[in-house]
């Protein structure tokens, strides 16, 4: 193995060095962090980095494999994590003012299980403010630039992530997901971002955006990477009550599975459409390639995605100023606008409007999984457009004239409401040079077997990540 | 309807004026002109929501028992 590649190699293929002592934790360690040193001016894709502790975390690492007690393939592994995740006796901002000295006095739930697994953490990535948005174009911190063009964004909120994995910065990443903030900006950037089952993994110690929609989500180069990732963060915490009782996820049930002949629900043109040219034609391709591979096709009869999102919308806007609202009222100028808008906004919601659309919300999921019923999995390109430019606000599609936070976040946010599992994959490159992303949703708790049909889709379609030219 | 709107704006400033929160004349119309927009998207739950249904609960009774222990 190079060392040049060192930035670039899977979890699976870096565990498998550190046991053959090819590479040490140290070595990997390090070249994450020289990467981090000569990049991030460039992509502003970490607010913190932890050079001292993860040098220490690595050497401990390394020793402890050398002494024979090898914790696992996260075992000296360089990861990062959002800055929304509590890492005990670190800063943890969130992307605001607001908290740039907020100290967590202990791990998330995430964090300790990955620590538990012997990974090292790197430091933490740049997000939209309070992971309230899709461009990640911070007030505070400054855009994450995304690493295919620097004149584009990365999209977000886990935006900083993205950029982190897409650009060798670290081997994955944990980020969050309300409305398509872990999916949003893998298929921007070019890597993989999965989204579990609402109550899969614990949110326990992650700064909260709206209880009933957040979910940990984990971006990665690989289909393995993310299901070692899953195997070790998901389960049942007592510390946090949204948490199911699901049996354990495992990444052998993923390799066991049999996913030839998938059933595949596509939504109606009234939901997917207006696409970019690129993104519709990539996204069909795909899908001819899994056809020719004996996989159904065919359309989806679900008419009520639009009421999904009208639930979200509400649900996001009013659990987000329920949380919001003290700091809103002390330090109103420590918001942006357009944030200080959307939480005053949120608190103007009646009750009986934020109960209804959680009514429906069930009624909704019921429906859907009506639908659902004939097909193994729903697909759809995770975006309908490629990165757009900093700044940009208004994109036209196929005449139509869309808000970049519409042509972003609409094929993803129905998933949170709905509550399922979801990922986005690489689906081809624009001809402008822009990464593509496709979406596949499965059935609650089918987490394993939504991994298993992406592994497929990978070897089937070859669509996989590559790198950005950095 | 600019009389509506008018009224409105009234309530939400003297909402938010209860909390704390003073937002300008044109944040006001912009909060007003949105949460219009709420309410109206509000209307279409009608068209899935039967009179019986509980709202969608996200809490694991279980452990819901767990923390009473």
């Known amino acids: 193995m190079r060392k040049s590649d060192l930035p670039y190699i899977s979890i699976k293929e870096a565990s498998e060095a550190i046991r053959s002592g090819e590479v040490s934790p140290v070595e990997l360690t390090a070249s994450a962090i020289d990467r981090i040193k000569r990049l991030n001016d460039v992509l502003n894709a970490y607010v913190s980095v932890f050079e001292q502790s993860a040098v220490e ?3 401990k690492a390394e020793a402890e494999i050398r002494a024979g007690k090898w914790l696992g393939p996260l075992h000296g592994i360089p990861l990062s994590l959002k800055d929304i995740f509590y890492v005990k006796d670190t800063i943890t901002t969130a992307g605001s003012p607001i908290l740039k000295d907020f100290r967590a006095e202990y791990d998330a739930t995430a964090v300790r299980r990955l620590r538990e697994a012997g990974a090292v953490f790197v430091g ?9 948005g899709v461009t990640n174009v911070n007030p505070y911190f400054g855009p994450t630039k995304n690493p295919w063009n620097l004149d584009r964004i990365t999209g977000g909120s ?13 081997l994955a990443s944990l980020g969050t997901d309300t409305g398509g903030s872990t999916r949003i900006p893998a298929a921007l950037c070019g890597i993989i971002g999965f989204k579990p089952t609402y109550g899969l993994v614990s949110k326990h110690g992650v700064l909260p955006l709206a209880w009933s929609l957040d979910h940990v989500g984990i971006l990665a180069r690989s289909i393995w990477d993310v299901s070692i990732l899953l195997e070790a963060i998901a389960g049942y915490d007592p510390m946090d009550s949204t948490t199911a009782f699901s049996k354990p996820f495992e990444v052998k049930r993923v390799e066991g599975l049999e996913v030839k002949k998938l059933r595949v629900g596509i939504p109606a043109d009234e939901f997917l459409e207006p696409l970019q040219e690129d993104v519709g034609k990539l996204f069909w391709n795909s899908l001819e390639k899994l ?7 065919h359309k989806l009869d679900f008419r009520y995605f639009e009421h999904v999102s009208a639930c979200r919308y509400i649900v996001l806007l009013t659990e987000a100023a329920s949380f919001h609202a003290d700091w809103l009222r002390r330090s109103p100028e420590l918001y942006s606008e357009e944030l200080r808008h959307r939480l005053m906004l949120g608190l103007l919601v009646p009750s009986d409007v934020y109960l209804k659309a959680q009514r429906a919300r069930k009624a909704l999921v019921r429906e859907f999984l009506r639908a659902m019923k004939e097909f193994d999995l729903i697909a759809c390109p995770t975006t309908r457009v490629t990165a757009p430019r900093i700044g940009e606000e208004k994109i036209l599609i ?20 709905l509550a399922l599992p979801a990922i986005s994959m690489p689906c081809g490159m624009s001809k402008d040079g822009l990464p593509v992303g496709l979406q596949m949703v499965s059935k609650p708790f089918s987490d394993d077997l939504l991994l298993a049909a992406a592994l497929a889709y990978e070897e089937i379609t070859g669509n996989r990540y590559k790198r950005p030219p950095l | 309807m600019v009389h509506e709107s008018e009224d409105l704006a009234k309530v939400i400033k003297a909402y938010l004026t209860l909390l704390g929160i003073h937002p300008s004349d044109e944040m006001l119309s912009k909060l007003s002109r949105d949460l219009n927009g709420v309410l109206k998207i509000s209307k279409a739950f009608n068209d899935v929501v039967s009179h019986e249904e509980e709202p969608a609960i996200f809490f694991f009774s279980k452990v819901e ?4 222990k």
């Open chain 1, 57 to 59: 975390e690595a050497t």
């Open chain 1, 124 to 132: 933490k990535t740049n997000l939209h403010e309070f992971a309230y």
């Open chain 1, 158 to 170: 886990s935006g900083g992530s993205a950029a982190a994995v897409a650009a060798g910065m670290c």
């Open chain 1, 291 to 297: 056809e020719a591979e004996g996989w159904q096709v």
């Open chain 1, 398 to 417: 196929k005449g139509t004239e869309l808000g970049v936070r519409l042509a972003l976040v609409r094929l993803t946010e129905p998933f949170n409401a």
């Open chain 2, 65 to 68: 028992s767990d923390e009473k």
